[in-house]
């Protein structure tokens, strides 16, 4: 899938002014035998209101990069030997955790692949959405509850006040993965990251989710960083490219541009490699 240009092209403004920055970021991971060199140099940004997809292979190093934004590599065996991660100014990799805990969930949020894995099998999901706005806000229970179920509403979960009572394992794939935006989206971060959302999710599905994020990203001016090996789900959603192999950053630029002419052999081996529907 290719993006399309709009026929009546609007001249473009001022490039965004960058909300996140990562600059010459390094992270290796100490095994028993060997240090893997998974993130090499990696230097990206994003601004409000934009989406940035991060694009590459299993083992490429976009989770890893992604992941650090945060500081939720495990560590050890995870070290960051280099670079520097901005938001307003801090680096959020010399925090100190009591801090980066204050930006975590409320400033930057995360939204991950898997929903089972991130959800709590033994809470109800709207106990866990609502658990963000109390953490962060000091709201009290009541006043959670409703931010949390206009939440639920937000993101297109039917009865969301039934839904807030229910358990994980009662929710479809996709619900589940609203619920998950629902608890990223709660505190109205600045940044939200979004690694595979998708890969779990059936194709209907899958298109749901993606059109969910880039309305609430137009809605709420957020910046988005998108994580994927998929360059169809690039195609629909993102307005900036980098294409990582190997831990490294190998070509960014303009989501057209990099459709229409890649400069890198990789990005060339990536796009070859997407499915094609042909017209019968």
């Known amino acids: 899938m290719k993006p399309t240009r709009p026929t009546s092209p609007v001249p473009p403004g001022p490039p965004a002014e960058p909300v996140l920055r990562i600059n010459d970021l390094r992270v290796d991971f100490e095994l028993d035998t060997s240090t893997v060199h998974a993130v090499r140099g990696v ?20 989770t890893a ?13 995870c070290r960051y030997t280099a670079g520097e991660i901005l938001f307003d100014g801090q680096d959020l990799l010399a925090l100190p955790e009591k801090q980066l805990g204050r930006i975590r969930g409320h400033d930057i949020a995360m939204v991950f692949q898997d929903p089972m894995t991130s959800l709590d099998p033994l809470q109800r999901v709207g106990s866990q959405v609502a658990e963000v706005v109390r953490h962060h806000q000091g709201l009290s229970r009541a006043r959670a509850r409703e931010s ?5 509403n937000e993101v297109g979960i039917p009865d969301p006040e039934r839904s807030y009572r229910q358990y994980p394992h ?3 794939g996709g ?7 629902a608890t990223a989206l709660v505190s109205r971060p600045r940044v939200l990251i979004a690694d595979e959302p998708t890969t779990a999710l059936d194709v209907t599905v899958q298109r749901q989710i993606l059109d969910l994020l880039v309305e609430l990203r137009q809605r709420h001016g957020m910046a988005v960083v998108l994580i994927t090996h998929d360059l169809g789900v690039v195609a629909e959603t993102a ?3 980098a294409v990582m192999n190997r831990g490294e950053v190998v070509e960014t630029g303009d989501v057209m541009d990099i459709f229409e002419q890649p400069k890198d052999e990789y990005t060339r081996r990536l796009l070859e490699a997407t499915p094609r529907l042909e017209p019968v």
């Open 148 to 152: 949390a179920v206009a939440a639920l």
């Open 175 to 181: 619900l589940r993965q609203r619920v998950m935006i």
């Open 65 to 77: 990069t992604a992941l650090s934004v945060l500081r939720l590599n495990p560590a050890p065996p």
């Open 239 to 241: 307005d900036r490219v």
């Open 170 to 172: 009662e929710l479809s």
């Open 43 to 62: 230097s990206l940004q994003v601004g409000a209101g934009e989406t940035l997809a991060v694009v590459g292979e299993s083992g490429s190093g976009k």
